[in-house]
């Protein structure tokens, strides 16, 4: 390439020059595969400075499947699908989607479930100041979107770490968005979830749920974290989607493997659940 000839055009090209700008402000350098570490760091750093100035001492995991909605929503695309299947009764693509529709009419528990516990935890452990299991959650849309609504109706702060994806996710609106933090590392925003967690809460979900709900309970089993309480809310989910039983009859697991989590169905269970474990084992700084 020909340099400018003009003194002025010649500077202008220096200052427009990749090579000149400052190392932490050139986002095509921090891109590239060798500056990976760096990246890792920056994303362990970022957010767990902003939730120390922000005061957060503990928090509560909330889990669960990002395709469910509250109630309204469900039955409003329930009614919509019956109309068209109405006009179309032979279809049989509309007919597994008003079948997928009134299962979501029934999944709409789990999202109230989710949004009342968060509700209660939150008007409990975050009065006059206090900071203390703060929900914290994916930060998109179904259950967690629930669970951080939950807290927002409590007048309370919550936590969402969103995670770029190649279908971009977007944030649900009732996270505090000074607490929101988006992720290009899966790991670690699972290690964040966990660096001050008091608790797990996983409702029903897919793949990545149960990824992250067995990566705790294998955290826990092998002693490379302190031992948490983890509720698995939905008792006929849970006893169809993973079948525990199987796993001890088989040797996979030890009977005391079995008692690293509870299932439950109710907020009122979640909050009892978290309750008898801390007061079960007197947990040197739990929240009381």
């Not at 200052?15 to 920056?42: F, H, K």
């Not at 279809?91 to 979501?104: I, S, Y």
């Not at 907020?267 to 009892?272: C, L, P, R, T, V």
Request: aromatic residues 8%; charged residues 25%.
């Amino acid at each position: 390439m020909t340099p400018p000839a003009a003194p002025d055009e010649r500077l202008r090209a220096i200052l427009d020059s990749p090579t000149y700008r400052l190392a932490y402000e050139d986002i095509d350098l921090l891109g590239q595969d060798d500056l990976r570490p760096l990246r890792l760091q920056l994303e362990l750093l970022k957010p767990e400075r902003i939730l120390r100035e922000q005061g957060v001492h503990s928090t509560v995991v909330v889990f669960g499947s990002a395709r469910v909605s509250d109630a309204v929503t469900a039955r409003d695309r329930l009614a919509v699908l019956e109309q068209r299947a109405g006009a179309m009764p032979r279809n049989p693509t509309l007919g597994r989607e008003l079948a997928l529709a009134r299962r979501r009419v029934e999944q709409a528990r789990h999202y109230e479930e989710a949004q009342r516990f968060a509700q209660r935890i939150s008007a409990r452990f975050q009065q006059e100041g206090r900071c203390d299991f703060v929900v914290i959650t994916g930060g998109g849309p179904g259950i967690m979107e629930a669970a951080n609504r939950g807290a927002f109706d409590a007048g309370a702060r919550s936590i969402g770490l969103n995670i770029t994806l190649p279908h971009e996710q977007a944030p649900n609106p009732y996270m505090c968005p000074e607490l929101a933090f988006r992720f290009h590392y899966f790991a670690l925003r699972k290690m964040h979830f966990l660096l001050h967690a008091k608790g797990l809460v996983a409702f029903p979900g897919g793949y990545g749920t149960l990824d992250e709900l067995f990566e705790v309970l294998t955290l826990i089993q092998t002693g490379k974290m302190q031992r948490i309480p983890v509720v698995l809310v939905g008792r006929d989910f849970w006893s169809r989607a993973v079948d525990f039983d199987l796993l001890l009859d088989e040797g996979y697991v030890s009977p005391s493997d079995l008692d690293l989590f509870t299932c439950v169905d109710k907020a009122e269970e979640i909050m009892g659940a978290l309750e008898r474990f801390y007061v079960d084992r007197a947990t040197d700084g739990a929240p009381s």
